[in-house]
């Protein structure tokens, strides 16, 4: 199998450098794309447009109106079971959002081909610089769709699945998500230790694809996508 989705890797890699602006002669199993417009991801549940953000270009994700559930753009190629993901993201609420609105802006992993499951990892911009103590400490969340989402998990395993990071509403930030087996950490800012660890992931491991993940109310900016496999 191993042989098998690096194979899959090499012709993804190719058919998509155009549009996705991935980088020539990269490994096989890693891939570079500068997320500047929207050819090659295919929306689930949100709308993809090129913008300008803070100076720099990148794709905006909404929602697609009246849709209430959280969503995700796929991105086409990358295909894998553990690695790490790495991608500057920027999130706020979105016009006429509710007050509970965060912000909420991420990534999601091993999304199931027929899009029933995935894990993602992701934050609260607006949590970060709160100032109430417990709202600071829901900064970063993990979930895993459709059984375990935050508020499942914040009932039943209180604070085990979320922490406080130092955020700033709407600016770039750098996030960075390691997973192998159960294991996935999340990294923020280049920071050398991990924000939030994870050391259960809840769906069985396989390979899956990559999205950029919205919430509710949230109107998020990606760039400079980098999804690198483990060779597994």
């Known amino acids: 199998m191993q042989h ?9 890699a190719a058919f998509f450098a155009a549009t ?5 002669g990269a490994p096989a199993d890693k891939w570079e794309v500068a ?8 929306p689930h549940g949100v709308q993809a447009s090129s913008v300008t ?32 993901i790495e991608v500057d993201v920027a999130g706020r609420p979105g016009q006429g959002a509710a007050e509970t609105a965060r912000g909420f802006v991420g990534i999601a992993f091993r999304i199931k081909p027929d899009s029933s499951a995935f894990e993602c990892f992701y934050l609260r911009p607006t949590n970060g610089r709160a100032d109430d103590q417990l709202r600071r400490n829901h900064s970063t969340q993990y979930i895993s769709f459709p059984d375990f989402p935050w508020e499942k998990l914040r009932k039943e395993t209180p604070g085990v699945y979320e922490s406080y990071v130092d955020l700033v509403t709407g600016e770039w930030t750098h996030v960075k998500i390691e997973f192998r087996d159960r294991r996935g950490a999340l990294y923020v800012n280049r920071a050398p230790q991990p924000a939030l660890i994870v050391n259960d992931l809840k ?26 496999s483990s060779g597994t």
């Open 20 to 24: 996705l602006g991935i980088v020539q």
């Open 35 to 42: 997320l500047t417009n929207t050819s090659g991801l295919t």
């Open 4 to 12: 098998l989705h690096r194979s899959i890797g090499v012709v993804a």
């Open 53 to 84: 953000h803070n100076g720099k270009s990148a794709v905006r994700l909404v929602e697609v109106p009246g849709t209430q559930a959280e969503g995700y753009a796929l991105v086409q190629g990358p295909v894998l079971k553990d690695g790490t």
């Open 203 to 228: 769906l069985e491991p396989a390979a899956g694809g990559i999205g950029l993940f919205i919430g509710t109310g949230t109107e998020g900016f990606f760039r400079n996508l980098v999804v690198t």
